[in-house]
């Protein structure tokens, strides 16, 4: 069945691409959850799918909010975020996070998440997410619809039982969710791992 | 045996977060075939998993490079590249793009894969990938190990295939490849869809 789906798509294409309206298409993205507020009255949190990462050495990432978000303020004043990824037990959380507002509602409250102290920033992170990443602003972009914070990697928490008896971390057990295209996904089949294409046999 | 082992997670997870090593630890990313260079001798590709949108309005996207890439002079010079988003079964070839370099291997040959006309820069597609986002590059911001180029899309290309009858693109029927702690994964069960958790019965 997925053969003769393949076959019938590959015939098409080779002479059907369609032009499409330019927009935003890459895809998958992570759908992660941003804490912020360095006092208790003031932490927030909002969900992110515009993130990335954007440096190995130092480690930096980015985030982009749009300015009229309640965690906009919040993020530019302190200069500090931690972006929790959670697992897919979460995606109800992950999508309320991404539609309602601090302003109104106390996101903690509503999806029983706990804020649990981070390790080198004041941002508390989610304890009931499998990675939590601590990080320090460095740039703000201003954009368009959204300003991009680009932001040092401080401090990273795993969940202890992803980490196996020989030390490595078991990031594929952690069933973190991805965004596409206004679809929340959980990990699939695995395909390969790096460098699996030029190993020989 | 799932629901066993959430709630042994869950047992160990609330006083148990270990400290972690700070790093790249944001996930999942997309797996892409960058394309580039405007004239045939110099078309390259290259594999990126650092890559995000940054921007909805207007759409704009960043990937990051190693300046001793071979494919970072030439985005660098022609200020233009194509993100092309490879489906599952292109998995070997997303890898084999990440780890040779265009400098020694001609990786279109290699992989077999068709480099198509693009619509509005010279920098040509890659035609069995089912999405392809042309891009041309607005920013270039040195972090460390990577540049980060942020760029604005201006021409999106998919499989016709992909368009419903009702004129809705199905991207979760492209397949397309994520990128998770060195492992390549297919896309798995849909979780819901944006705004799912506010929705009335």
Redesign the interface.
Known sequence: MIKKK?K??KK???F???????????????A?LISCGTEPSKYNIITI??????????????I?VRPERHSYEIIKKNKEFV?N?PS??M???V??C???SGRNVNKWDVCKLKA?ES?HIKTPQI??C?????CKVK?I?P????D?F?AE?????????L?NSKGR?Q??KAE???Y???????????????????KKN
């Open positions: 393949q019938k798509r098409q294409i080779s059907n691409k369609t032009h499409w309206q330019a927009g935003t298409m890459l895809y998958p993205l992570p992660v799918s515009w993130a990335g990462t954007v440096c190995t050495d130092p480690a930096m990432l980015s982009s972006v990824l897919r037990s995606a109800k959380a999508d309320y991404g539609v309602r649990i390790q304890e009931s499998p990675v939590s990443i601590e740039q972009i954009l368009g619809s959204h991009c680009i990697v401080v401090g990273v928490s795993v969940f202890s039982d980490i971390l990031l594929e973190l969710i991805s596409i295209h206004g679809a929340y996904f959980a990990p699939g089949k695995l395909l390969g791992t790096f460098g699996y294409s030029v």
